[in-house]
């Protein structure tokens, strides 16, 4: 859903190569045409965060009593994403142009930076509580309700809180390197343990709803609209899903390898621009709505010329 990953792993890198008393830049130099690729794809993330961002802004601007903490959050989401995006320029002008003044630049905005991902995770907090209430929802007459949105509400917070600590501990330049490496030590193998729980628990979620309505379409066939929209939805979330815990791997691959700053790692960090800029996509609620009313207006012409050809 954002830069907050790619950003963390390039921070992570950035601190223990100036650990290592090695310019950053000295190690990256040469990859040049690599990022080639991803700067057009920081772009398109600049982009789709303005497009997001004024479409909110038209969509909500005379209803923002009804709704006003959602759209508080995606506002600042989309102005979170939007300022990561250019820092995430500035760290590969860095590499382009080694000028003194380019990289003092980037240094300068680092805490900028910092703040502006934390924003972003404690949105990111609200967002996925959110999202996984609205999807419980259905199996409220199933289950009890009280205690999957505990559990939920637990494991994400859980989740959220010790990114923020972990992310705190790497960027802080108050904190020595010596500690920076116990903690990763210590911490790396639950933030493992702890990141696959998140992934079993958040699809068992999705699995469930989806047999459910699997079950319910074996059962009978669907014929209302509201079912098929369910149906649409429950997929659409779904497919969000896996790519938001495919983001996750990167960070994973860099706790378990202990391989910070590598041209695979380097890679799979950067591929994310793009599948984030999906996720988005694919979470953003008016972006569904005109997808499922339009598919909608389809079945209903195709219906209609059936019955007249009838």
Known sequence: MNFKLILFCKKMSFDFINCSNINGVDILKGQISTYAIYFPLAVCGITLNVF???????????????RMTFVICMISLAIADLSNSFILILDLMTTVFTEYMTYRLTQML???RNSMILIESMIFVMLAIDRLLSIVKPLDKIWKPFLVKGIMFCFTTSFVTIDIVMRYIYTNPDISCSIRYLVVGINGKYYIILLITFIIVNYSCY??????????????????TATKNILKMTAIIFISTVLYNLSLIPAIYAVLKQVLVSQTLLNMMFLNIAMNSTIFILNNSSLRRNLICKSNQIDNIDDTKSRSDK
């Open 110 to 112: 680092m805490s900028f």
């Open 52 to 66: 997001l961002l004024i479409m909110y802004f038209r969509k909500y601007s005379k209803f923002l009593g009804k």
């Open 207 to 224: 699995l469930s709803l989806l047999t459910y309505f699997i079950n319910h379409l074996c059962k009978r066939k669907v014929t209302s």
